[in-house]
């Protein structure tokens, strides 16, 4: 009977939960698909001489 009493001390929870998720979650449209495109060119493009950088030191 003592074993018994503390499995179910030993499940028993005390508190809550908060799911912020649920509650201070806002939503943000994603980006279209130009606009990604375009920064991933502009990326390449900054990133151009970076390796030649490297490889020469």
């Given at each position: 009977?003592c074993?018994?009493l503390g499995?179910?001390?030993?499940?028993?929870?005390?508190?809550?939960?908060?799911?912020?998720?649920k509650?201070?979650?806002k939503y943000?449209?994603?980006?279209?698909?130009a606009?990604i495109?375009r920064?991933?060119?502009?990326?390449?493009?900054?990133?151009?001489g970076?390796?030649?950088e490297v490889i020469e030191?």
């Amino acid at each position: 009977m003592c074993q018994m009493l503390g499995l179910i001390m030993k499940k028993t929870k005390v508190g809550y939960e908060i799911n912020f998720t649920k509650y201070f979650y806002k939503y943000k449209p994603l980006r279209g698909l130009a606009e990604i495109r375009r920064d991933i060119l502009t990326s390449e493009e900054e990133t151009q001489g970076m390796i030649g950088e490297v490889i020469e030191s």
